[in-house]
């Protein structure tokens, strides 16, 4: 698979140890039986929270290998202390509606008597290249295989990417293999941004297989791609409803 960031194709692998060599002059990158020879290497390698200096050791709680203190991700309370951490200083969830989130937790819990639990919102992590990348909810490796349906879409034929000249990717929708509960998607695929907000937003609403595909997709559009990986998985999961599967009884 390659991806097009800036208008030029770069290949991609994702999560994969790669070697990096050099080769007259260029690099050559090898991840398992894939290899190709480049200029320039962009090596995504994360961020480091800042807190050397804060004098985080003096708060009496135990931290880690990082420098970071133990905290409840709902109430964002350092320990039993009357101390709050918000955003990337976490070293969790890196992302800007995660920060402000964090934020309002630990702003409201700053001025409570005692601190509440909140529930936290679906995961939802966007890359904007070209196709975008999107993990939503629960990624597969922190699923259990055994309980959850698999359903996938190529989306080689589909009409409007086809239309759009951007018929490369691919959708895959987890969910809970009894129920049909969503639980998470991982997605490579034009406008995926627009496709990874529709399934967070129905994965933190506990929507299902069927939920989803009793409402309506427009033709021709992307969204149908994942109509597709939809039909594909509503065939795996246990209790199915009885009758068509995209109708609702009044
Ligand atoms: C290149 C890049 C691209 C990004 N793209 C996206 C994106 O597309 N979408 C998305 O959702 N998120 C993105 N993010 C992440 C997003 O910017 C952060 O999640 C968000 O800014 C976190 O807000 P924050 O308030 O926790 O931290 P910050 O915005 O980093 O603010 C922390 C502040 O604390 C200051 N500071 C640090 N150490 C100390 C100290 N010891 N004492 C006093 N002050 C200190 C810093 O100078 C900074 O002003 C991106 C981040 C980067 C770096």
New binding site residues.
Partial sequence: MAVDILGKEFPLWLGQAADIQEEDGRLRVTAGDQSVLVERVLAAMG?RP?VD??GLETLGVDLDERGLPVFDPHSMQVGDLPVFI????TGER????E?GAEGRIAGFNAVQAKPVAFKRQTPLAIN?CDPNIAVVGSAWNELDPERIAIGEVKLGPLGRALIMGKNKGMIRVYADKEDGRLLGASLIAPKGENLAHLLAWSIQRGLTVFDLLRMPFYHPSIEEGLQAALYDLRGKIARQPEGPVELERR
């Fill in positions: 961020r800042n200096g804060l918000a955003g990337d200083v890196a992302i800007l509606h920060a904007f």
